[in-house]
């Protein structure tokens, strides 16, 4: 268990319409990342949050959004649903930023748009 | 910008057999350098990481990796393959901010 936890585990969804997806860092950690995983794009970097503000995007679409709340959980919002965004949607966490600490994942939400 | 190339999509071995997953990076300041795993449904679990220390990493079940700039690689190795080890495999670098850039996965089969 890292200790990151990611609502839901499961969604189906018709293309579209619009999903948030939710994770709960481990308890300390102050950065939040999200990451989508799918066959022909690996696993790519979305966007990153540090105690509430953006710290870095990546390659994270005009129809998706994110944010980080006071209590450091975070969402991410995929809206206009197409096929193409069914993938496999991580989120990680870390205590800080200086890129020697490990991210801790969570196990996933996995989205797939009908 | 940082990048990694992870040398070979699917690597099969037998049990018992060394295990060698390939990583080359590309970084314009002294990486940080990490290998994660990820079994089947499960989210990614780090399997060691190299902080500039010792270039010779060891990590949890039994693997390692040594870290060689003149080659700009960073390879994973075990000596001795077991089924339980079969899984994807990711080399990821350290990028501005503490965001991993990873490679495009190693995925392991390990025969009887």
């Known amino acids: 268990d890292s200790g990151v936890t990611q609502t839901p585990k499961h969604l189906i969804t018709a293309t579209g319409q619009r999903v948030t997806l939710r994770c709960s860092p481990r308890?300390?950690?102050?950065?939040v990342y999200w990451y989508q995983q799918s066959l022909d794009q690996g696993l790519q970097f979305l966007i990153q949050?540090?105690?509430?503000?953006?710290?870095a995007k990546g390659n994270i679409l005009e129809r998706f959004s994110a944010q980080q709340f006071p209590d450091l959980h975070s969402e991410l919002n995929l809206s206009s649903l197409e096929l193409g965004d069914s993938a496999l949607y991580f989120c990680?966490?870390?205590?800080?930023?200086?890129?020697?600490?490990?991210?801790?994942f969570g196990e996933g939400s996995r989205l797939t748009v009908l | 910008a940082q990048s990694v190339t992870q040398l070979g999509s699917h690597v099969s071995v037998s049990e018992g057999a060394l295990v060698l997953l390939r990583c080359n990076y590309s970084?314009?300041?002294?990486?940080?350098l990490f290998w994660y795993v990820q079994y089947p449904n499960q989210g990614l679990q780090l399997l060691l990481k190299?902080?500039?220390?010792?270039?010779l990493v060891k990590g949890i079940n039994g693997f390692e990796a040594e870290f060689k700039k003149s080659e700009t690689s960073f390879h994973l190795t075990k000596p001795s393959a077991h089924m339980r080890d079969a899984a994807e495999y990711f080399c990821?670098?350290?990028?501005?901010?503490?965001?991993?850039?990873f490679g495009q996965g190693t995925e392991l089969s390990v025969k009887p």
């Open positions: 990680a966490s870390s205590v800080g930023t200086s890129g020697r600490e490990e991210l801790f």
């Open positions: 308890s300390g950690d102050l950065s």
């Open positions: 949050y540090y105690n509430g503000e953006e710290r």
């Open positions: 970084s314009s300041v002294p990486p940080y």
């Open positions: 190299y902080t500039s220390a010792a270039t």
């Open positions: 990821a670098v350290s990028d501005q901010g503490g965001k991993l850039i």
